[in-house]
């Protein structure tokens, strides 16, 4: 159901099953997939001259929480999940079951795999890569400009499976690895090898996320998180994680 | 006053002397008391399964600031006072007096007592436990997941009188002792002792607050905070703060 | 054009060639210059016992982008740029050309000059004093109270060229010099001499700006950046600039 007071342009492409919340807008050069739910006071589609001429399109299945901004030319693969007033540019491209935090900006041309969960007020600069089942934590700054000012933006580039704690900043460039994790408040200005905690300002590697014990009493190893950690991903994917565990015991 | 456009839910109980302004929403589960003001763009009461089924409850002479997202299922004690584009999901519950700076964002399952101050741009983890007349500062994340993503959620827990600088991160569990002050851009990894000052990433300790001056150019001591700071508290309470410091002179 | 839904005081002055967004408010103490553009959702001239009396003034052609909230008694020269949910308190004058960044927060009584560049989530608060062609990126806080809570607000003061990255916390009355740099995720505790770079927590001086090379693959130097970076300013602003490099060459 599109609210009596939704602005929405008859050039827009909706969905079957499709509900705009009160008086939200929506824009000609967007796509919306089937049963999409969109809040109250978001805007959707809002143009630019910084991006390709493409439509926002958003899959099947999502929910745009209230207050929240997107830009055109940006496409979402289905499951898309968002918190209240987030804000996405142009020219970014995300995989399935996207889930970004209340408050929480994606600057644009950026490319964000599958099943990635950005916590609350995460903040990605243009020109970021980040791969499939990557946790960000609230107040976590991605950066991109290496000497600022400069025309000179390189993204970080996050690898599948890491973890990023809470107001880390990861500087311009850096990778971190597959199954890393990135310490509460840490400032990464070097790369992250795969399975490696770091932590500190400036970060540091302080051991292999192997070392570290759940604290639900179990001592069970907290990493690969894979292991123990299945909430709201699709049964298939968490079926090919135990498999996987299942085959290196 | 209700706004002409404001969409208030016939089952929503609105006490005497609201004010609800322009474009904002009041679902049905809401209880708001006498002389509440809202702003525009606000929503309040939004549903959720995770709530438990009680009102969203605003007691007497709040103020809402615009843009700003309540859920249904928590209550607020008289007094309320928020900036804009503030959060506040399910299960929450606050005492008197609680201010809420602009952008901060309260993700539920909390306790907050009586007198509570965030300036802006706070984040507030589920089942974090905050006590009566404490200060946080802008862009402080108060964490609860000790190893991400998992299921143990530890929340923080901050005592009487405690102070908590801007840029700070506390980790989960961490508990900040009464009229403790913890520096700007502290990283608390472990508990913090009553009177005690802590800073730097991790946090250590590096005094006690009491040889802390203010910078008025009298000399006299920054803490306890409630010898010199009293703007905004009713009287009766500092009345109680003076006949203490009377005691202790 | 002024959008159906926008509610507009007639005591407003409004320019020529204005135009105001879907479901925006702009109250009756505002001055929007000619080709003044507001996106949807905003709400300018909030009315506060805290301003001198005098109106949100708005110079020409400036764009405010969606979910702004702009008090009275600030004034901006021509050609401001917001991005979305900017929020501008009372008793704030900025020069021309200044752009802020979306969730960028402006607690008012700052004084701000010409071509000022706030990323995003840039949060300044009461007292802040900023000179000309200022830098400022994503999450910095610039703070102002030495002793928290306390009634001695003690303002940050950022001189022209300087460059403050990105989580960078800077504490109360610290001055940052011309031409420096504040490297990410620094906590500036003392005053920053000109052309300085300072890092770390608390942050130390580790070099002059003028040994760090940009990233372009030219090896050339990365500061002063007026040398190199030119985006977005007028002409006779760069003319200077490059008039000042070639006298020093």
Redesign the interface.
């Known amino acids: 159901m599109i609210h009596d007071?939704a602005?929405v342009s008859p050039l827009a492409e909706i969905g079957e099953g499709v509900e705009i919340g009160?008086?939200s807008?929506v824009h000609g050069n967007v796509v919306l997939g089937d049963r999409v739910e969109v809040?109250?006071?978001c805007?959707l589609g809002?143009t630019t001259p910084l991006g390709d001429g493409s439509p926002l399109v958003v899959g099947d299945d999502a929910l745009i929480r209230?207050?929240s901004?997107f830009y055109e030319s940006s496409r979402f693969a289905p499951g898309l999940v968002t918190?209240?007033?987030v804000?996405v540019r142009e020219n970014t491209q995300a995989g399935a079951g996207f889930q970004i935090g209340?408050?929480s900006?994606i600057?644009g041309d950026c490319t964000i795999g599958d099943y990635v969960?950005f916590q609350?007020?995460v903040?990605v600069?243009k020109k970021t890569t980040i791969g499939n089942f990557v946790?960000v934590?609230?107040?976590v700054?991605l950066?991109n400009?290496?000497?600022?000012?400069?025309?000179?933006l390189?993204g970080c580039n996050i690898k599948d499976y890491a973890?990023i704690?809470?107001?880390s900043?990861i500087?311009?460039?850096v990778t971190v690895g597959t199954h890393a994790?990135v310490a509460?408040?840490a400032?990464v200005s070097k790369d992250v090898e795969p399975h490696t905690v770091v932590a500190?300002?400036p970060a540091r590697a302080i051991g292999d996320t192997g070392t570290?014990?759940?604290?639900?009493g179990t001592g069970r190893p907290?990493?690969p998180?894979t292991d123990?950690?299945t909430?709201g991903y699709p049964g298939h994917i968490v079926d090919g994680w135990k498999a996987k565990e299942d085959g290196e015991n």
């Open positions: 007071t602005i009160p008086y807008i809040g109250a006071y805007e809002v209230s207050h901004v918190g209240h007033r804000t209340t408050l900006e600057q969960r609350s007020n903040f600069g946790w934590l609230p107040y700054v950066t400009d290496p000497t600022p000012p400069s025309n000179d390189i973890s704690s809470a107001a900043v500087l311009p460039g994790l509460a408040h400032c500190g300002v570290i014990s759940l604290r639900d907290a990493y998180w123990h950690f909430r």
